[in-house]
């Protein structure tokens, strides 16, 4: 009984919080319970000293120093700094090396994008002149071509002037 | 922008529990003459009321730091929101950035936690 219902409700919300229905089941199973005794004083307590606890933060936070906001915004900005200042030693201990490298990159971007762009345009200009290999060899005008009388005609000319 | 630098104060501040805290156990041997007087008063006048007395107040608020210290971090926050400054649940979800399931959960593990802690004390006195 005291390990799931007593205990869980103490433990379940703020004890200010309990209900004056919660409160009576309590008081009613503790009067019998000597564990549930010693667990309500507890909480009893516990709720006690963190309620304390928290008034006292609130009337120091209100006899506060009036200048605590400026020293707080001041550490703020000196802490910035700080992490500012240590950005700019991490620039001049790696800034050669990181500027070696970026411009190393760009070079080999230029060379690896630009180069064989060049390339293609000499194969475009290629392509369009007309006199390739090709078009010389497979595209013979029909005018170039000889009849069969003609080859003839000339096979035996030379015969007949032999004779 | 003023949740999130509540967040961002929240979380700095809770880092720095994190990693100062040694999380003791509060033991009967550690408490002052001054805090078994006042637990034993408390036991037997009953708890209820604000502490009038300025030496008392002391008393309650050293008690209380010490019986806190023996809490994580998160539980710790949990705790003194909820129960301390009658925060709500989403009040202390919003400001953390937890889910509100989990400030039940710490909140209800811290209750336990610090109630054990008592009971202990209790016991150990009484023997």
Known sequence: ?163 | MEGWLTRIATNTCLNLIRTASRRPELVTAELSEDETEWLERKVTEGSSGHQHNVEDRVVAADLAERLLEGLSPEDRLALTMIDGEQASVSDVAEMTGWSESKVKVRAFRARKKAREALEKLLGRKSQ
């Open chain 1, 1 to 163: 009984m005291r390990d799931n219902h007593i205990t869980e409700m103490l433990d379940s919300k703020p004890f200010a919080s309990l209900s004056e229905t919660e409160l009576a089941t309590i008081r009613t199973h503790v009067a019998g319970c000597a564990s549930c005794s010693q667990a309500y004083d507890a909480a009893q307590i516990s709720a006690l000293l963190i309620k304390e606890r928290a008034d006292e933060a609130v009337e120091n936070s209100l006899n506060a120093n009036p200048f605590f906001q400026t020293r707080v915004m001041a550490a703020w900005r000196e802490r910035q700094e700080q992490s500012v200042s240590a950005l700019r030693r991490l620039w001049n201990a790696t800034g050669a090396l990181v500027t070696t490298m970026a411009a190393t990159t760009a070079a080999l971007a230029v060379l690896t994008f630009v180069a064989p762009s060049s390339d293609t345009t000499s194969q475009t200009t290629a392509a369009l002149v007309p006199y390739s290999a090709e078009s010389v060899v497979l595209d013979q005008n029909d005018n170039d071509q000889v009849t069969d009388d003609q080859v003839l005609s000339a096979i035996y000319s030379d015969d007949d002037e032999g004779r």
